[in-house]
C-alpha cells in the first residue's frame, strides 16, 4: 500500500510540474484539434458506409 501512495506521489509531482511549465495549454490545443480531426473521420465514415449501402450502427 505504501508503494501504490509513493508511485501516485511521483506522479502527482510529473504532473505539476508538467501543469505549471505552460505544455498543459499546449496539450490542451493539441488535444482539440485532434479531437475534431477525428470527428471529422467519424461523420466520413458514416457517410460513405451509407453511400456504399452497408449498416451505419
Same mark, same amino acid.
Given at each position: 500500500?505504501?508503494?501504490? =501512495? #509513493?508511485? @501516485?506521489?511521483? %506522479?502527482?509531482?510529473?504532473?505539476? =510540474? #508538467?501543469? @505549471?511549465?505552460?505544455?498543459?495549454?499546449?496539450?490542451?490545443?493539441? =488535444?482539440?484539434?485532434? @479531437? %475534431?480531426? @477525428?470527428?471529422? #473521420?467519424?461523420?466520413?465514415?458514416?457517410?460513405? +458506409?451509407?453511400? +456504399?449501402?452497408?449498416?451505419?450502427?
Amino acid at each position: 500500500m505504501l508503494g501504490w =501512495a #509513493l508511485a @501516485f506521489f511521483i %506522479f502527482a509531482i510529473i504532473a505539476a =510540474a #508538467l501543469g @505549471f511549465g505552460g505544455i498543459a495549454g499546449a496539450s490542451a490545443g493539441i =488535444a482539440q484539434i485532434l @479531437f %475534431f480531426v @477525428f470527428l471529422g #473521420l467519424l461523420v466520413l465514415t458514416f457517410v460513405v +458506409r451509407a453511400v +456504399r449501402g452497408k449498416n451505419v450502427v
